[in-house]
């Protein structure tokens, strides 16, 4: 049976410093948004509206001032997304699942006035939006490195520190992400990124599994930068 919004408003830890009374206001006037895997959604910022993952992955995807297709992040539960002010400007982006996903969304007015009212959530809103800087600052940096073998490592790193967790053979993936993918979050090609995947299995600084990456050390993955580095994006 599918999940109502009050039971996602009722167990997300992004509503946990929200009282009952809060939660069934809150409940009046969200809506559950799902999309199938493999969907490109567009969305603008303008759209009064903020967006909560609660169930499922996408990227974020926008178009540069040359039109080139830029990969902001891997968004996955409780990563809040949209317009976060009044008076924010128009600015289109598209939302590609890269599994079923599921969205509630947050009219932006009563987002502030809960953000105004309850310190506690003020906090967790404040936190989701320095995490949404923190990526976009690495997605411009990454598309101004050199060679993609930094930007692959790189980005196995953001993955692991952020959807990773410990396992038997150092650290693991909790998201399943195709070649095609991890090349999107690099800004190169997916045939560059699969020349360094196999560089770094072959010296046995990570090993694959389906779509499954594990890290068997992140030291040597932090150090990683091979002489005959690939160059082409």
């Known amino acids: ?55 499922g992955a996408a990227k974020l995807v926008r178009r540069g001032l040359l ?18 002010t009044l008076s924010a400007p128009a600015n289109p982006f598209v939302l590609e699942t890269t599994s079923a996903i599921t969205l509630l969304s947050i009219p932006v007015d009563l987002l502030l006035k809960l953000v105004e009212t309850h310190p506690g959530f003020a906090i967790t809103v404040i ?5 949404r800087q923190r990526e976009l600052r690495r997605s411009v940096e990454n598309l101004l ?23 038997q053979h150092g650290w693991a993936m909790d998201v399943r992400i ?8 690099c800004g190169a090609s997916r045939q560059a990124v699969s020349g360094v995947l196999r560089k770094l299995e072959l010296r046995l600084i990570i090993r694959r599994k389906g779509r499954v990456i594990c890290i068997l050390s992140m030291k040597r993955l932090a150090g990683y930068a091979p002489v005959d580095a690939v160059d082409s994006v």
């Open 178 to 185: 195709t070649q095609q993918d991890l090349a999107d979050l």
């Open 67 to 84: 039109g080139r297709r830029i990969v902001e992040t891997l968004l996955v539960p409780s990563n809040l997304f949209g317009t976060l």
């Open 145 to 167: 490195l050199k060679d993609v073998s930094t930007r692959v490592a790189q980005t196995l790193q953001w993955l692991a520190c952020e959807h990773g967790d410990k396992c």
């Open 127 to 131: 936190q989701s939006l320095e995490d």
């Open 1 to 55: 049976m599918a999940r109502n919004s009050l039971w996602y408003l009722q167990n997300l830890p992004f509503f946990a410093s929200l009282q009952q009374d809060a939660l069934v206001k809150l409940d009046s006037r969200v809506r559950l948004i799902r999309h199938p895997a493999r969907a490109k959604v567009p969305f603008y910022d303008a759209s009064q509206s903020a967006f909560l993952v609660v169930e």
